[in-house]
């Protein structure tokens, strides 16, 4: 078992459901700090934190700026802001959209990648775009790993599907089968069965 710095995990059109069934899977002392980047609209407050939160152990905040990562601690990207990520620590920006997107998960990830190298973990789950994909390459060229929905399984299969042409060496997972490769690749247990909502 190697140990991970940071997981960050993004996504869009069907992600609260995906999103709740990896947190809801993950243990209570799960030894890396989660990021969630998802996008939505710019007017939207911290509910998705909030609905997160109810389905699972870690402690699931919406991210303030400069806020210093802690393991088993979930650090949601609020609307309309870009989640950076330097090592320890996360800033927020209202740099322009990315495609079309902020917060952009091809910012977030490749801020991951810089910081943390070969202790990244990106995540690729549903949605409607190509967000993400080259992110998640560059965590994989720096030295990280990568874990991608299986787009079959996805509410949307877009977005993973582009995450898999752009990250080749990424697993392709089923939806059920991603929490226990995060605790196999960080440490801890994972839980039984337990799903969200």
Same mark, same amino acid.
């Given at each position: 078992?190697?140990?991970?710095?940071?997981?960050?995990?993004?996504?869009?059109?069907?992600?609260?459901?995906?999103?709740?069934?990896?947190?809801?899977?993950?243990?209570?002392?799960?030894?890396?700090?989660?990021?969630?980047?998802?996008?939505?609209?710019?007017?939207?407050?911290?509910?998705?934190?909030?609905?997160?939160?109810?389905?699972?152990?870690?402690?699931?905040?919406?991210?303030?700026?400069?806020?210093?990562?802690?393991?088993?601690?979930?650090?949601?990207?609020?609307?309309?802001?870009?989640?950076?990520?330097?090592?320890?620590?996360?800033?927020? &920006?209202?740099?322009?959209?990315?495609?079309?997107?902020?917060?952009?998960?091809?910012? !977030?990830?490749?801020?991951?990648?810089?910081?943390?190298?070969?202790?990244?973990?990106?995540?690729?789950? &549903?949605?409607?775009?190509?967000? #993400?994909?080259?992110?998640?390459?560059?965590?994989?060229?720096?030295? #990280?790993?990568?874990?991608?929905?299986?787009? !079959?399984?996805?509410?949307?299969?877009?977005?993973?599907?582009? !995450?898999?042409?752009?990250?080749?060496?990424?697993?392709?997972?089923?939806?059920?089968?991603?929490?226990?490769?995060?605790? !196999?690749?960080?440490? #801890?247990?994972?839980?039984?069965?337990?799903?969200? #909502?």
């Amino acid at each position: 078992m190697t140990s991970a710095g940071i997981v960050a995990i993004g996504t869009s059109w069907g992600g609260l459901a995906a999103l709740g069934r990896i947190l809801s899977d993950l243990p209570k002392k799960f030894a890396a700090p989660v990021i969630v980047i998802q996008h939505r609209s710019k007017d939207s407050d911290d509910l998705l934190a909030k609905l997160l939160q109810d389905v699972c152990d870690l402690n699931v905040r919406e991210t303030e700026d400069k806020d210093v990562l802690q393991p088993a601690t979930v650090y949601v990207a609020p609307s309309d802001y870009h989640l950076m990520v330097d090592f320890g620590q996360v800033s927020l &920006t209202t740099d322009a959209p990315v495609r079309y997107s902020r917060p952009s998960i091809d910012v !977030a990830f490749e801020s991951v990648s810089r910081a943390y190298g070969s202790g990244a973990i990106g995540v690729v789950l &549903t949605g409607a775009n190509d967000d #993400g994909s080259r992110g998640l390459a560059r965590i994989i060229a720096l030295g #990280g790993r990568g874990i991608i929905q299986d787009p !079959a399984t996805a509410e949307i299969p877009i977005m993973p599907a582009a !995450a898999v042409k752009a990250a080749p060496q990424a697993e392709v997972l089923q939806l059920e089968n991603i929490a226990p490769r995060l605790v !196999a690749m960080v440490g #801890g247990s994972v839980h039984g069965n337990r799903k969200a #909502g």
